[in-house]
């Protein structure tokens, strides 16, 4: 009780986004917080992936990724490896069989861009072992964390959680949806959850049930930027769970735990910030901060500097009226500039109609 007097209760310092300070201090909070949720993020992939059933959408939702990212996917490695499996069985002789071994191993690495010594350790722990679905899978999704798929694709998740979470403040301060992940309604669940904490309890999800129901007020509003995706297989962790064996249960709920513990304090850190005065592409300057150009390549991050972006929405043709389409908008810093380009488009034109008008009381 007094943990949750001590959270409710301490001062809360406001800083203004809007200011280069505030934008470097959120990207430093940014930086902490995505880090902090791409670690169990990663365990939790791993564990459903390897239990089967449970992690069926998670599995799809790791090939999908990768095939966007042009990528080699598991159910290619897997087809592989399956038929890798089966010609070796039917090889007899060892030297025979070391030979395709070997081959195997250089053919897996270049359609994988793994070491052929780990495609090689990999097919020999295969070899060793009756053949089962399960354990293909296993292996699998073992070369592909080799070639860093996983911390990759949960760093990716981890930014689109945040990117909503980020979106989300920003329309509560303008006052465009209802307050849910700030203000009051906040500290009502950082009082709640730190009055049931308790050891012996089975770790709520309360402030991963905050997200979702965030989610389901802007959905309306922002539809292409809410609906499910790949990166919401962390949304599904439910299923099967009680059909795990009891040690990945246990897992599943300590991870669930922490989840739910890295989200309250990505909540509270987002409600030191206030969004009202932001006017711009945020997230561009946010990521701009704080990721080196290595990293934001490694994320496929690209952001246009402000001129071009204006040099390139004049080669278009864009004056500020009519339609614009960015099929690959990213953050949207082409449409913010077309946005501020519009706004003044209507401003000249409603300043030229109220000129008309006194005009034509003056000739009248």
């Known amino acids: 009780r007094a943990r949750a007097h001590q959270i409710v209760s301490?001062?809360?310092?406001?800083?203004?986004v809007s200011s280069d300070v505030g934008i470097c201090e959120l990207a430093n909070v940014l930086h902490k917080c995505v880090e902090a949720l791409s670690s169990p993020l990663q365990e939790l992939l791993e564990l459903l992936i390897c239990d089967g059933p449970a992690g069926r959408f998670a599995y799809h939702a790791l090939c999908d990724w990768q095939v966007t990212s042009q990528r080699c996917t598991m159910d290619d490695m897997e087809r592989e490896l399956h038929s890798v499996l089966e010609t070796m069985r039917s090889v007899k002789g060892a030297h025979e069989r070391e030979v395709m071994l070997e081959n195997s191993a250089r053919k897996l690495a270049r359609l994988t861009d793994i070491s052929e010594e780990e495609c090689r350790q990999r097919l020999v722990e295969l070899l060793s072992q009756d053949e089962a679905e399960l354990k293909l899978r296993i292996v699998v999704y073992q070369l592909a964390k080799a070639r860093g798929d996983e911390k990759l694709f949960c760093d990716q998740t981890a930014h689109v959680l945040i990117g909503r979470l980020l979106l989300y403040r920003v329309m509560e301060d303008k006052g465009i949806v209802q307050r849910a992940i700030s203000g009051e309604p906040l500290k009502r669940e950082l009082k709640?959850?730190?009055?049931?904490?308790?050891?012996l309890f089975t770790p709520p999800r309360r402030f991963i049930h905050i997200y979702q129901q965030a989610r389901e007020h802007v959905a309306e509003l922002s539809p292409a930027i809410y609906r499910l995706s790949v990166y919401d297989w962390w949304l599904v962790w439910d299923v099967n769970v009680e059909g795990m064996q009891r040690e990945r249960r246990v897992r599943m709920r300590r991870i669930q735990g922490q989840m739910d513990c890295t989200l309250c304090n990505v909540l509270r850190m987002l409600n030191r910030f206030d969004f009202r005065d932001v006017n711009g592409d945020v997230w561009r300057d946010v990521y701009q901060r704080y990721l080196p150009s290595e990293e934001r390549l490694r994320l496929g991050g690209f952001y246009t500097p402000p001129q071009l972006v204006r040099m390139v929405l004049k080669l278009a043709g864009y004056d500020g009226s009519g339609k614009l389409l960015d099929p690959a908008c990213g953050s949207g810093t082409f449409l913010v500039e077309a946005m501020r380009m519009a706004r003044e488009c209507e401003e000249r034109r409603?300043?030229?109609?109220?000129k008309a008008r006194r005009m034509q009381i003056i000739l009248k």
């Open 350 to 354: 409603m300043k030229g109609t109220r």
């Open 10 to 16: 301490e001062p809360t310092r406001m800083i203004d």
């Open 192 to 199: 709640a959850s730190a009055v049931q904490e308790h050891p």
